[in-house]
Every structure is written in structure tokens, then in C-alpha cells.
């Protein structure tokens, strides 16, 4: 609050020194926390409209604006405030009027929002701001005390790009969403594909980076798919019409090709859609269409996660601004795990230059997650012939899969990578119907490649599930095991908080009954997130993005009657995770969760904040509750209490969201973390079995054989259930501490409350000392 002479604008620009230009989605939701952190810190706020044109022609295009100015801008795509190519600001003189324009308004911080040519260009005017100014002062323009005053020029990137082609980060602004729009056609298209038995060729964006197109496969599970990053050998045309001729003869009505619009061959050749297309005429004589979806990937509703990670960077922005001295580097706030962290601007974009002439190296060690990526859909999409399966006694054995708890979506995903990579490692695997309670009464079945095909994309729970907890008596189960398995191994592949409390069940069963003397693992899946030993399950973010979507569409019926909140609960059981995140992604006014009790203090002073709101020109409110945050404070209580207390300024409204959040389509993250999971615990179940087979049994009865595996920060780690427990609120069913809980403040300063900040409390705002991006291991695609 001392630094309440600092200017931030926001630039959301591509320059031609890039070959291409373009921008992302939920550019708007970093404007946003930018503007609105700035002014929290008591700092003058700019937009420069038209990225650096804008600045080179000032007048207009540079503006002081206030809190109200980025209201109702988070559901919009693209960028409030434009972009266009500058070919000015190539040139000295250009720049020179840049800096003119902004020395004139006081300004020497600059918040860029764009790709490694915007970046670039924002760092090569900094380092030239001196000189820049020493020119103007010759000629006359400026004075000498502005020279001295205004002699230093802080700069913070924010990368805006949908390809996700930027060293240092793990995600770019725009990128979710992009897969989005990308899943969505493909979805649809599928529907048209299996009607009529076609073809469908999809070329998808990215330039020289095949993230798009790659990680699309996995969430729809194409057939085949090509990228920059790994050519395809020679020969591939045959393979290519092999694997479609043997999809056909096995009646699957279907075949998706993806390919990305910078793929090449071994021998450098670019390999286009049409040329894929032509190919599957001239040989196979199937029916195909190409659909190029362009610039429709760009456009739309941006996604929850796109909408809380540009918030979270352009706060982290600001007070990287805050605390830049002449000394700092212009640096760029990036993604690593759940942690917002800065890396030196030019380091990051010398390993994009570096990137595009080393591809070699980006495989193997670069970007590791975006190998383990190729391998997994290389191991999903095509079976390997029964010769080649392993046939040594040891390493085959029958495996169960399961599902356990309400439905999430992205559990059918899960199914399908645990059933495909046990049946590659050699295993005979076994579906069991309605989970625990189907176990128990032997419904059980032999499950094959061809059953789980097109999976990836169904909601809820195919093999079905229920919400009994305990495993219906694991003596029972034992019973059940002896027809089905002779050595069995038992892995609940998706699953929640029933499964974790069955889990602990079944091992300490163990002493009695040797049938559970078998590895299992489970993964997280429910839309609550409230599973111990994991920052994410599945099944939350499609969840999320149900709820931000109807917020969205809430806010906008208000729109037209003004002065009108509403109050909104979902579900989460007593994890506030959806409540918090939906707000922080919906531009909520307050949410209430159980992890941070309210009182009626609270409740009356959010009911102040809102008739105060009421008198500007942002006349909406919008309250999220968890279902359980409270006994007493129900959501019908706090209904009558905000329509009692805000009679003659607003009325109110409530919404109960309800099993809404359970259904639809699994998002793009679901789909991918959801097989990548399954498939991972499915590799350990393999070799947990390999290993604790002796003597032509398997035993395996110590607390490492009955995992689950989580996702903590950036890793996949497996993790001992019986070690979660001290980890675990087990009366209401959530971990102890919670990562999301960190960006409660943040929300909470977007809504304009005067609450105190401290950053310490806040994990994407720990102050990581400037590492490299190597030192980081900030790889490109982690999920």
C-alpha cells in the first residue's frame, strides 16, 4: 500500500516479430485481476487498447479505468481491449513514441499479455526504455527531471496462448479452453461418425507444438494422430490403413484422425489433412470428411480452469510489479504444479527458440509430461497382437476394475485405460457391476479391448456404482473372489471417499481372510475433491465447469432486471472446493463453505457489501454456499435473510444445483487426467504383482500394497492408505488441509472487500526466488 504512485497497463498484443498472431482465450479474466488487484494496492490502473499500436498512437487508446470498467468481462473470450499487429513498434521510432506516450502519463510498469513475441518485444523495449528517453529528452520532448523520475521500466509477461507452446509453464492462458471448443466439435462430430460409418480427418491449431492435437486424441481417443514433435516412421501410411481396416472389420462405426496443422513426416515433408483424407479414399474407399476447426478453437465461453489460472497470474503480476526494483528482470508469471511462480522472462523465451530446433531434446527431456503423454495414447489406441502379449507364468494374471461412490464424470475414462493396459500387460482383466454391492453378489464379468471403445467421452458411471462405503462385509467378498480368482488382484480403478474408507476395511481384513492378501489401488474420482493424498479427483472439474457455466447464464438473467442476487448452492458434501473455486471463477460476491466458519456478523456485513454494490452500475449479486457449510445457515435461511435485509434495494433469488453437477460430458482435463491415472495405477498394479508372486501364488500383505494414487502439486504420487489417515477429517469425510484454500483471499479481493492480505497465506504467492526453467523443471504438459 506505500507504492501508491505505481501505473499498470495491460497489453494483450502478438507483434509480427512472431510469424503469427493471435490471441487466447480468458485474456478478459487476467485484465480483470489485474485491474482490480492494482486498485486494491491503491494503484492508478491503464488500458492501452490495441496492444502496442495502441501505444504508439496514445490519445484514446490509453485510459485510466476503475474497478466497474472490467465488470461482467470473465464469461467473454477473446480480449476486451483488442490486439492488432504493430509494425511501428518494430522500428526505434516507433518505440520512441511509445515511450513518449506513457512517460506523458507517469507509467513505468507494464503488465504484457501474450506470447514469446509479445514478450520478446516488451523486453526489448525495457531494455532500451533509458536510452529511450535520454532521445526524447534531446529533442526536446521531455524534460531532464522526467528523465530521472520515470528512468526505469518494470515489466511482467502473462503467456496468452491457446497452442501451449511457452517453456516454463505448465499451462497457458487459453489453452483449456481451446481443448474445450476442440472436444465439443469432436464430440458432435462423433455423433454424425457412428450414424453414417465415416471418417473423420480434424486438423486442430498449435503451429509447431502438437499439445492440442495430442492431448485431444487422448480425451476422445482417436485412432491415430499426428504431431510435430514425433513424426511418424517410414511406412506409417500402411500401419495407419492396417489399424483402420481392423477397426472396421470389428464393426466399430468410427474412426477419428487428428492432425496438427504443423505436422511433418520423417523426412520433414508437412502432412495435411487433405493428404490424410485422400490417403484413406485411395486405399480403404471409406467414406471421409476433413473438418479444419480454426479459429473456432479460439472463440467462446472460456473455461473455469483458463478463468482461476489468469486470475491467479495477474494478481501474482501485480505484486511482482510491487516489488521489481531497477535490479529485477523482467520476469513471467507461470504455472508449476498448483503454484504460481515468476522465471526470467528471456530465459523462457530462449527455450521456445530453442524448442523449434531441438525437437529431439524436447522429447526426451524438456518436456517429459508431453512423452508420457504420447506414450499413454500410444499404449491406449493400439492393441498389440496376442503373440506379443506376455505369456510367462508370473505375469498374467486377472484383474478386477471398479467403481465406488456417487458418479464423476471422466470415471468411464479410467475404466477404459485400466482395462487396455491390463490386457497389454498380459492380464485377463474382469469388470464388476455397481461396486461394492455387485461384488458381493457376483456380478462380474470378463471385460475386452473392443467393450470400453468410446468410452472417453460418456458421463457417469458405465459399469455403474453405488454409494455403500463399506465393501458389504469382506467375508462376503472373500466368497466371492474363489470362483472368479484363483490369484486375484482387486483395484477399485475409480473411486471417492467410500472407497477409501472400503479400502482401509479391506486391509485390515487381511489377518483373517488371504483372499485380500492382493495389491489394490485406488484413484480419486468424485466431484466434491475431498479425497486425502490428492490435490485433484476426478470428476471435479467437470463439475466446476457446470457450475460456472450456470453462473453465467444466472448472471445473465439478471442483467435485465437489475438489482437482483442470487444464491446458489452446490454440492461438495463438507469440502468446499466447488463453492470456493466456483466463485473465484464466476466473479461471485461471497462464498461459504465449511472449512471457514461464518457467523451472522459476516452474513450481515456481505448483505452491506451488496447494497453498496447496488448503487453502482454493476446492480447484480451473486452468493455460492457449500451444501454443508452450515446446520443452521441453510440456503433457504440465507435467503430469507438477504431478501428480508435488501428489501427495497434488491430481490432475491436461489438455485439449488444439485446432481447437475454429476452429469455431462466429462471436460477435456477429466478425460486426460482420468487416463492418465487409471493408466499409471494400472502399471503399478502389474508390478506389485510381479513381485509378490512366489511359489505359484501371489501374497502381498504389507500397508505399501493397498495404495492410492494422488496428484500432489505436479506429481503422481502413490501413497500407503493407511498413512493417509492422519491426514483425514474422517467425521466429515475431508483432508485436514487443503490446498484451494490458499486463493480464498483472492476471491474475496476481486469482490472488492476491504480484507486484509496477507501473501504469505497464500500458496500461487509464495515469493519463489528466479530459478531457470530447467531448475524449476516448469515442463510444458504436465496434464
Not at 526536446?140 to 530521472?148: H, L, S, T
Not at 480425451?219 to 477397426?247: R, T
Not at 503480476?317 to 522472462?345: D, F, M
Not at 460476491?589 to 459476516?602: C, G, L, P, S, T
Request: a neutral charge; hydrophobic letters at 40%.
Amino acid at each position: 500500500n506505500t507504492h501508491t504512485g505505481i501505473h499498470i497497463i495491460i497489453i494483450t498484443k502478438q507483434i509480427v516479430l512472431h510469424p503469427s498472431y493471435s490471441w487466447a482465450d480468458c485474456m478478459n479474466a487476467a485484465v480483470r485481476a489485474v485491474v482490480r488487484m492494482g486498485i486494491y494496492v491503491k494503484a492508478k490502473v491503464y488500458f492501452v487498447y490495441e496492444g502496442y499500436q495502441g501505444m504508439v498512437d496514445g490519445g484514446d487508446n490509453i485510459v485510466e479505468v476503475s474497478w466497474e470498467s472490467v465488470s461482467s468481462i470473465l464469461q467473454v473470450g477473446g480480449t476486451v481491449i483488442g490486439s492488432a499487429r504493430c509494425k511501428s513498434f518494430r522500428t526505434r521510432e516507433g518505440r520512441l513514441q511509445a515511450a513518449y506516450n506513457l512517460v506523458q502519463r507517469g507509467i513505468t510498469n507494464l503488465c504484457v499479455i501474450g506470447g514469446d513475441g509479445s514478450l520478446t518485444g516488451a523486453n526489448l523495449f525495457r531494455e532500451e526504455w533509458s536510452g529511450l528517453l535520454e532521445e526524447l529528452a534531446q529533442k526536446g520532448k521531455i524534460d531532464e527531471e522526467a528523465v530521472k523520475k520515470y528512468a526505469y521500466l518494470n515489466i511482467v509477461g502473462m503467456v496468452g496462448s491457446i497452442d501451449n507452446d511457452f517453456c516454463g509453464t505448465d499451462m497457458t492462458i487459453g489453452t483449456d479452453s481451446a481443448l474445450h471448443r476442440i472436444i465439443e466439435v469432436v464430440d458432435a462430430i462423433m455423433t454424425t461418425a457412428q450414424s453414417h460409418q465415416r471418417t473423420f480427418v480434424l486438423e486442430v491449431m498449435g503451429r509447431h507444438c502438437g499439445y492440442l492435437a495430442l492431448v485431444s486424441a487422448l480425451a476422445c481417443g482417436a485412432d491415430w494422430v499426428f504431431i510435430p514433435e514425433y513424426p511418424p516412421e517410414e511406412g506409417w501410411e500402411d500401419s495407419m490403413c492396417v489399424k483402420l481396416s481392423e477397426n472396421r472389420a470389428r464393426k466399430k462405426r468410427l474412426n477419428i484422425i487428428i492432425v496438427a496443422e504443423g505436422a511433418i513426416d520423417c523426412h520433414n515433408k508437412p502432412i495435411t489433412s487433405e493428404k490424410v483424407k485422400d490417403l484413406v479414399v485411395q486405399r480403404l474407399g471409406f467414406d471421409t470428411r476433413v473438418t479444419i476447426l480454426g479459429h473456432v478453437q479460439r472463440g467462446g465461453t472460456p473455461s473455469a480452469f483458463d478463468r482461476i489460472l489468469a486470475s491467479r497470474m495477474g494478481v501474482e503480476a501485480v505484486l511482482a510489479l510491487l516489488e521489481a526494483t531497477p535490479a529485477t528482470p523482467a520476469c513471467v508469471v507461470s504455472l508449476s504444479g498448483n503454484q504460481a511462480v515468476r522465471l526470467p522472462l528471456m530465459e523462457c523465451v530462449q527455450m521456445v527458440i530453442e524448442k523449434f530446433t531441438i525437437l529431439l531434446m524436447l522429447v526426451t527431456y524438456l518436456f517429459r509430461s508431453f512423452e508420457n503423454n504420447l506414450n499413454t495414447y500410444k499404449l491406449l489406441s493400439h492393441k498389440k497382437p496376442d503373440a506379443e502379449l506376455p505369456k510367462v507364468k508370473g505375469t498374467n494374471f486377472n484383474v478386477a476394475v471398479l467403481n465406488v461412490g456417487a458418479p464423476a464424470a471422466g470415471m468411464n475414462a479410467a475404466v477404459r485405460a485400466a482395462v487396455r493396459v491390463g490386457i497389454t500387460e498380459g492380464h485377463k482383466m474382469f469388470a464388476v457391476i455397481d461396486g461394492f454391492e455387485g461384488f458381493a453378489r457376483g456380478k462380474i464379468k470378463e471385460i475386452s479391448w473392443g467393450d470400453v471403445g468410446g468410452w472417453t467421452g460418456q458421463g457417469g458411471s458405465i459399469l455403474g456404482t453405488k454409494r455403500n462405503g463399506s465393501p458389504c462385509g469382506p467375508s462376503v467378498l472373500s466368497l466371492q473372489l474363489c470362483p472368479y480368482f484363483i490369484h486375484p488382484n482387486f483395484s477399485p480403478n475409480a473411486c471417492a471417499q467410500q472407497a477409501y474408507l472400503g479400502l482401509l476395511e479391506l486391509s485390515a481384513a487381511r489377518e483373517k481372510y488371504d483372499e485380500f492378501c492382493v495389491p489394490m489401488v485406488m484413484v480419486p474420482a468424485t466431484v466434491s475433491n475431498n479425497v486425502p493424498g490428492s490435490d485433484f479427483s476426478i470428476g471435479a472439474d467437470t463439475a466446476l465447469n457446470t457450475i460456472t457455466d450456470t453462473c453465467d447464464r444466472i448472471k445473465q438473467s439478471a442483467s435485465g432486471t437489475k438489482r437482483r442476487v442470487f444464491i446458489i448452492e452446490t454440492m461438495g458434501g463438507y469440502c468446499g472446493y466447488l463453492a470456493n473455486m466456483g466463485a473465484l471463477a464466476a466473479g461471485a460476491d461471497a462464498a461459504y463453505i465449511f472449512e471457514e466458519q461464518f457467523d451472522i456478523r459476516e452474513l450481515q456485513a456481505n448483505v452491506e457489501h451488496l447494497t453498496e454494490k447496488m448503487k453502482t452500475s454493476i446492480q447484480r449479486g451473486l452468493v455460492l454456499r457449500n451444501e454443508n457449510c452450515n446446520e443452521n445457515y441453510t440456503t433457504d435461511f440465507i435467503y430469507q435473510l438477504y431478501s428480508e435485509e435488501g428489501k427495497g434495494v434488491f430481490d432475491c433469488r436461489k438455485n439449488v444445483l444439485g446432481h447437475m453437477q454429476q452429469g455431462g460430458a466429462p471436460s477435456p482435463f477429466d478425460r486426460n487426467f482420468g487416463t492418465k491415472i487409471s493408466a499409471k495405477a494400472m502399471q503399478w498394479i502389474s508390478k506389485k504383482l510381479k513381485e509378490t508372486y512366489r511359489k505359484g501364488k501371489v501374497f502381498a500383505n504389507t500397508d505399501d500394497s493397498v495404495c492410492l494414487l494422488g496428484m500432489r502439486r505436479r506429481n503422481l504420487v502413490f501413497q500407503p492408505v493407511a498413512e493417509l489417515k492422519t491426514e483425514t477429517d474422517f467425521v466429515h469425510r475431508i483432508p485436514k488441509e487443503q490446498w484451494w484454500l490458499k486463493l480464498r483471499p483472492l476471491m474475496k479481493i476481486l469482490a472488492k472487500y476491504k480484507t486484509s492480505y496477507d501473501v504469505s497465506d497464500s500458496g500461487q504467492l509464495e515469493h519463489v526466488a528466479m530459478h531457470s526453467p530447467k531448475e524449476c523443471n516448469a515442463v510444458l504438459c504436465t496434464l
